[in-house]
């Protein structure tokens, strides 16, 4: 008989004040067009899914709704008829039951646009779902765009040479060609991102050069990022065997997976690359063909050699697989007889990328401090969205977007 393990975090569920955090039992939140979650920025009217379980193995009513955001992910205050054509607050309809997994689950899927929701401006979203009660248990962003102008992106050295060996630098060009726009200087608005991550976004970017109709952005500081370091991985899909990430697997009513003592990698004080795919995670069971409802769940404990941080200060594991929140579920919490932070996550069996990040109290992620260190030479992908908006218009769209990877970073 299958035993329900996820009643051993009845506990009481402490919610940081700097993060949403989603509840106990909703777990493998992603965005994603095939089986791996990926950022969520789409173009306006291409289809994607947003999928997650419930491990209360209980077939719920869930029901979704979609906020329209301005760029600082305020609502724009548009009527929903301005920015749906259907309606919204439908019940997710597309679900599967788990299928020879220790710890039941139901599988949900929402796929956009569908016959009864299609999103008519491109923009921030809110997507947001609620259960029977109208209680709202999961809260993630997406971006829809227009492909209406060109934006080219390149990474490059900084030229700030106190952190040349530490930071990535973006040169980015906008070229709007025959699009009539109104006062662009103080209209256009353009956001940079780093692996899709909000927490180190760069906005209210200026154009530093306007040549003919073009904006050019090539600033020395104002466009770097800390580069950070490879995300780390483990790949329990085979959950019988140990592998150079996995050190260790036991079974009580689920599996156990006790990851390799990790170390700062700072402290080797030279790069070392490795493939990753920036923060995502796939789940898949080798031995199955169905990833979605075949993967188990299991517990990964997670173990890091690092000093005792000072008593403002945390350190937390992090992800698409928790769509880098910073609560109480992230956080390690250090072991004195080991001199290293521990935890114990319960995630869906599969390929996962996660990394340490360490934060202040109030969830300010200190990237200069990367315990695993800043290397120009790390791979990262980044977004350039561009955003437009008049002095007449109600809300922010987006009329481009660049992509850029710092494997073809140049000098």
Same mark, same amino acid.
């Given at each position: 008989?299958?035993?329900?393990?996820?009643?051993?975090?009845?506990?009481?569920?402490?919610?940081?004040?700097?993060?949403?955090?989603?509840?106990?039992?909703?777990?493998?939140?992603?965005?994603?067009?095939?089986?791996?979650?990926?950022?969520?920025?789409?173009?306006?009217?291409?289809?994607?899914?947003?999928?997650?379980?419930?491990?209360?193995?209980?077939?719920?009513?869930?029901?979704?709704?979609?906020?329209?955001?301005?760029?600082?992910?305020?609502?724009?205050?548009?009527?929903?008829?301005? +920015? $749906?054509? &259907?309606? *919204?607050?439908?019940?997710?309809?597309?679900? %599967? !039951?788990? =299928?020879?997994?220790?710890?039941? /689950?139901?599988?949900?899927?929402?796929?956009?646009?569908?016959?009864?929701?299609?999103?008519?401006?491109?923009?921030?979203?809110?997507?947001?779902?609620?259960?029977?009660?109208?209680?709202?248990?999961?809260?993630?962003?997406?971006?829809?765009?227009?492909?209406?102008?060109?934006?080219?992106?390149?990474?490059?050295?900084?030229?700030?040479?106190?952190?040349?060996?530490?930071?990535?630098?973006?040169?980015?060009?906008?070229?709007?060609?025959?699009?009539?726009?109104?006062?662009?200087?103080?209209?256009?608005?353009?956001?940079?991102?780093?692996?899709?991550?909000?927490?180190?976004?760069?906005?209210?970017?200026?154009?530093? +050069? $306007?040549? &003919?109709? *073009?904006?050019?952005?090539?600033?020395?500081? %104002? !466009?770097? =990022?800390?580069?950070?370091?490879? /995300?780390?991985?483990?790949?329990?899909?085979?959950?019988?065997?140990?592998?150079?990430?996995?050190?260790?697997?036991?079974?009580?009513?689920?599996?156990?997976?006790?990851?390799?003592?990790?170390?700062?990698?700072?402290?080797?004080?030279?790069?070392?690359?490795?493939?990753?795919?920036?923060?995502?995670?796939?789940?898949?069971?080798?031995?199955?063909?169905?990833?979605?409802?075949?993967?188990?769940?299991?517990?990964?404990?997670?173990?890091?050699?690092?000093?005792?941080?000072?008593?403002?200060?945390?350190?937390?594991?992090?992800?698409?697989?928790?769509?880098?929140?910073?609560?109480?579920?992230?956080?390690?919490?250090?072991?004195?007889?080991?001199?290293?932070?521990?935890?114990?996550?319960?995630?869906?069996?599969? =390929?996962?990328?996660?990394?340490?990040?360490?934060?202040?109290?109030?969830?300010?992620?200190?990237?200069?401090?990367?315990?695993?260190?800043?290397?120009?030479?790390?791979?990262?992908?980044?977004?350039?969205?561009?955003?437009?908006?008049?002095?007449?218009?109600?809300?922010?769209?987006?009329?481009?977007?660049?992509?850029?990877?710092?494997?073809?970073?140049?000098?």
């Amino acid at each position: 008989m299958r035993k329900i393990v996820f009643l051993t975090l009845l506990c009481v569920h402490f919610i940081s004040a700097f993060a949403v955090s989603d509840p106990y039992y909703i777990k493998s939140v992603s965005f994603n067009q095939g089986s791996e979650s990926l950022i969520p920025i789409f173009r306006l009217n291409e289809s994607f899914q947003f999928s997650f379980d419930d491990l209360t193995g209980t077939e719920s009513d869930y029901y979704y709704k979609i906020v329209h955001c301005n760029r600082d992910w305020k609502p724009s205050g548009l009527n929903i008829t301005e +920015y $749906i054509n &259907g309606v *919204q607050d439908i019940r997710i309809s597309n679900t %599967e !039951t788990s =299928f020879n997994t220790f710890q039941a /689950f139901i599988h949900y899927k929402l796929t956009l646009p569908n016959r009864n929701t299609r999103i008519l401006l491109s923009g921030n979203y809110m997507l947001e779902i609620y259960n029977v009660d109208d209680e709202k248990v999961i809260q993630r962003k997406f971006v829809l765009y227009e492909d209406l102008v060109s934006v080219g992106l390149e990474v490059k050295k900084t030229r700030d040479l106190k952190v040349t060996d530490f930071k990535q630098n973006l040169y980015l060009t906008i070229d709007f060609g025959s699009m009539q726009l109104q006062n662009p200087k103080q209209n256009v608005n353009v956001v940079l991102l780093q692996n899709g991550q909000w927490y180190n976004a760069l906005n209210n970017l200026k154009p530093q +050069y $306007i040549i &003919g109709s *073009q904006f050019v952005y090539r600033y020395d500081e %104002e !466009t770097n =990022f800390w580069a950070g370091n490879e /995300f780390l991985y483990f790949d329990n899909s085979d959950i019988k065997q140990v592998n150079n990430t996995i050190g260790k697997i036991t079974r009580n009513d689920l599996f156990e997976v006790f990851l390799r003592d990790k170390y700062p990698l700072k402290e080797s004080n030279f790069y070392t690359y490795y493939q990753d795919v920036n923060g995502a995670f796939k789940s898949r069971n080798a031995l199955q063909t169905n990833g979605d409802t075949e993967a188990d769940y299991v517990w990964v404990y997670f173990s890091y050699h690092l000093d005792k941080l000072p008593n403002n200060q945390k350190l937390h594991v992090v992800g698409m697989f928790n769509d880098y929140q910073l609560n109480n579920d992230s956080e390690l919490k250090f072991d004195e007889a080991s001199q290293s932070y521990k935890t114990a996550l319960l995630l869906k069996q599969g =390929f996962t990328n996660y990394k340490y990040v360490i934060a202040k109290n109030d969830g300010t992620v200190l990237e200069e401090l990367n315990p695993d260190g800043n290397y120009f030479e790390t791979e990262n992908q980044y977004h350039a969205l561009v955003y437009y908006k008049t002095d007449s218009d109600r809300y922010d769209r987006i009329i481009g977007l660049g992509k850029a990877d710092s494997k073809l970073i140049t000098n």
